[in-house]
């Protein structure tokens, strides 16, 4: 019979798989070493099962101990699966930028999870760094992981993930190219690979938002570069230990948007449903496309899978909303069709400034139109609130009528969104469109950046 004697078994070995229509332009053999396979569904069960084993082997986890670690999600996967088989507990510090799903995922397996802030410096008490120190040092008998300065980590990819590419690859790499989190992948694999053939290419994946790029170029760590980004997985606004740049040839940084973009895209082209890393992987490779000759097989690699970003990057509203998906916006229609179901919230001429302020609230708007019997009469919005309440402090209790501003200029559903865009003006917040079934339907400056791409 062959059989794992448990699921710690399966890590590894994962495929290399051949990647065809989403490389069509790069002049190279391009695989993909799916890391999905494992069983936490990504590369992180590798190295979480090689960090317990040598704090089980050197003392620094003792039986029936708890693991604590600040992780976007894959760590903590990997690591829940060998404390359930090893009989710790865990406990998992997560920045609240993680999607939803990651955090439910977690916790189906038994962790205990801790969300903190992201915009907080790593040094603030907040930071998810600062709070995993902290609950490391307040809980007896706990080891405290650090994924980021833990040389198990690179360690796991050098005497694994390293190995296996080389010997799927029959020693014919000649690139490898990876997005870079805590360093531990690139850095474990460079280093076996580099080793093996010293002319092996090792190319980092960076986003806009982090350090790692500009470092490696010009060894400065410049705080500037650091700004909050969407992309998951990788990128840092600190250097890790396990990040070796001597053995990185160089890095590119990929937008938020392409990122998320290429995921899609990767699914789509190569029925490969992987995450966001994965997508910033492949755009980069495409950014570094002169660096490859035909002659040239370069490795590729997926960290995880993109069940994790249903809710995100796979979702249509979410792509829509941070202007990711390229729509052909030309006519008012193209503005409101993913929020035409929702109902025009419109106050009553006689109604009070009190029910349009509970409203606007409510709905989360800034301007509400005013109607009466024969239709759109009026407007109101937070700076007519404003100025009436200046004027007069017991303005809650006035009538719309009273307080209300002109109406919103109306259009028809195939007014060019040029002509629309001329109808805002610093008087004039929205215009209404007539959705030609006797209701109507607003758009606000907000929907008409939120088309800008
Ligand atoms: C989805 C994803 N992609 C990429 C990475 C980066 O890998 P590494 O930490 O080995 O540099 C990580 C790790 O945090 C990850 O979770």
Redesign the pocket.
């Known amino acids: 019979m062959k059989f794992s004697k448990n699921i710690l078994e399966t890590i590894g070995n994962t495929p290399l798989v051949k990647l065809n229509k989403i490389v069509e332009g790069i002049d190279a053999l391009v695989l993909a070493k799916v890391e999905t396979f494992n069983p936490g569904n ?3 069960d590798r ?1 979480a099962v090689k960090m317990i084993e040598d704090a089980e082997a050197d003392g620094r986890l003792q039986p029936g101990g708890t693991i604590i670690e600040g ?5 903590g996967m990997g690591l829940a699966l060998v404390a359930i088989i090893k009989g710790y507990k865990l406990i998992c510090v997560i920045s609240d930028k993680q999607s939803k799903e990651k955090m439910d995922i977690l916790r189906a397996v038994g962790a205990k999870v801790v969300v903190c802030p992201t915009d907080v410096e790593p040094t603030d008490p907040r930071s998810y760094y600062s709070v995993s120190k902290r609950l490391a040092s307040e809980t007896p008998n706990s080891w405290y992981v650090n ?1 980021y300065d833990n040389m198990s ?2 360690l796991a ?1 050098y005497e694994q993930t390293g190995p296996e590419i080389w010997e799927q690859t029959d020693g014919k790499i000649t690139h490898f190219v ?11 694999v460079g280093r076996y690979l580099k080793e093996k053939n010293p002319n092996i290419k090792i190319w980092g994946i960076d986003t806009y938002g982090s350090v790692f790029k500009k470092y490696h170029e010009t060894g400065i760590f410049d705080e500037n570069e650091i700004y909050s980004y969407i992309t ?3 990128g840092e606004d600190i250097l ?1 230990k ?2 070796d740049f001597s053995l990185i040839d160089g890095f590119t940084k990929v937008t938020d948007k392409d990122a998320a973009v290429y995921t899609r895209k990767i699914a789509l082209e190569e029925a490969i449903f992987v ?4 997508g910033a992987c492949i755009k980069g490779l495409h950014q570094l496309k002169e660096h490859f000759k035909p002659e040239d097989v370069v490795v590729v690699l997926f ?2 899978s993109g069940s ?1 970003y249903v809710g995100k990057m796979f979702n249509d509203d979410w792509m829509r909303e941070r202007g990711f998906l390229d729509e052909n916006i030309t006519k008012a229609e193209d503005v409101i069709k993913d929020h035409i179901d929702k109902q025009l919230i419109v106050v009553r001429t006689e109604e009070l400034v009190s029910h349009a302020i509970e409203r606007m609230r409510k709905y989360k708007i800034s301007q509400i139109p005013v109607v009466d019997i024969n239709g759109f009469v009026g407007s109101v919005d937070e700076t007519d609130l404003f100025r009436s309440y200046v004027a007069d402090k017991n303005v809650a209790e006035k009538p719309i009528k009273e307080v209300m501003g002109k109406p919103f200029p109306i259009v028809k559903l195939a007014t060019p969104i040029e002509e629309v865009s001329k109808l805002f003006t610093k008087e004039n917040d929205a215009v209404l469109v007539d959705l030609e079934n006797g209701n109507h339907h607003i758009i606000t400056k907000y929907d008409i950046i939120g088309s800008i791409k």
Not at 71 to 75: I, K, M, V
Not at 180 to 188: A, F, L, R
Not at 275 to 278: Q, V
Request: proline share 3%; hydrophobic share 20%; aromatic share 0%.
């Open positions: 990504s590369v992180k190295m992780t976007s999600g894959n760590t994924q980590n690179s990819h990876v997005g870079v989190g805590t360093g531990g992948t690139i850095s474990g998951e997985g990788i890790p396990n990040v995450g966001n890393s994965a960290h995880d994790r």
